[in-house]
T-cell receptor, first 112, second 114 residues
Framework: GENVEQHPSTLSVQEGDSAVIKCTYS??????FPWYKQELGKGPQLIID?????GEKKDQRIAVTLNKTAKHFSLHITETQPEDSAVYFC???????????FGKGTRLHILP | NAGVTQTPKFQVLKTGQSMTLQCAQD?????MSWYRQDPGMGLRLIHY???????DQGEVPNGYNVSRSTTEDFPLRLLSAAPSQTSVYFC?????????????FGQGTRLTVV
């Protein structure tokens, strides 16, 4: 089955700097790669996603890149703000087995 | 529009007790799933359903049962609670998994088994 590795587990960046979180996946049939943000005491919420026919997608300060050959994808947050402090999860899913498999999460701290 | 509603928000059980975690969605979503979240382990899939009457196992199904009699509801049953089932449980739904769409999560149930 699919296995998703996520790094780092914890990341601290100065406010205004950029943050990058990286994930790798194992199943070449995976074709959808969402990123979720989880704030304290809440359920995860989708912030951006990318499909396997696209190499990069951007939404304001957030961007995701996908390298299908290397089986890795990354989340980029620019000009970080205090409200970006949260836990971020990457995930991968395919049409083959109807399962969404998540990485273990990255706790992002934005330092004042 | 309530989205995905989970009840209860908090629960303490004694070892060996049984209980049902409730999950309901009002978005007419076909796909529903249950995850558990443990420190350092991320979100692990317990069971999922691609439509009423259809359920399947995820990564960590042992000790849990599910059923899907309606599109709206997807309860998770703990048959005989164990301390290892202490966790935060999340229910999620999406329009169609095979179309690879956004999953909407509930607020979670924090379960402690003593």
């Amino acid at each position: 089955g699919e296995n998703v590795e996520q790094h780092p587990s914890t990341l601290s960046v100065q406010e205004g700097d950029s943050a990058v979180i990286k994930c790798t996946y194992s199943d070449s049939a995976s074709n959808y790669f969402p990123w979720y943000k989880q704030e304290l005491g809440k359920g995860p919420q989708l912030i951006i996603d990318i499909r396997s026919n696209v190499g990069e997608k951007k939404d304001q300060r957030i961007a995701v890149t996908l390298n299908k050959t290397a089986k890795h994808f990354s989340l980029h947050i620019t000009e970080t703000q205090p409200e970006d402090s949260a836990v971020y999860f990457c995930a991968a899913t395919s049409n083959r087995d109807d399962k969404i498999i998540f990485g273990k999460g990255t706790r992002l701290h934005i330092l004042p | 529009n309530a989205g995905v509603t989970q009840t209860p928000k908090f629960q303490v059980l004694k070892t060996g007790q049984s209980m049902t975690l409730q999950c309901a969605q009002d978005m007419n979503h076909e796909y529903m799933s249950w995850y558990r979240q443990d420190p350092g382990m991320g979100l692990r899939l317990i069971h999922y359903s691609v439509g009423a009457g259809i359920t399947d196992q995820g990564e960590v199904p042992n000790g849990y049962n599910v059923s899907r009699s309606t599109t709206e509801d997807f309860p998770l049953r703990l048959l005989s609670a164990a301390p290892s089932q202490t966790s935060v449980y999340f229910c999620a739904s999406s329009y169609s998994l095979t179309a690879n769409t956004e999953a909407f999560f509930g607020q979670g149930t924090r379960l402690t088994v003593v």
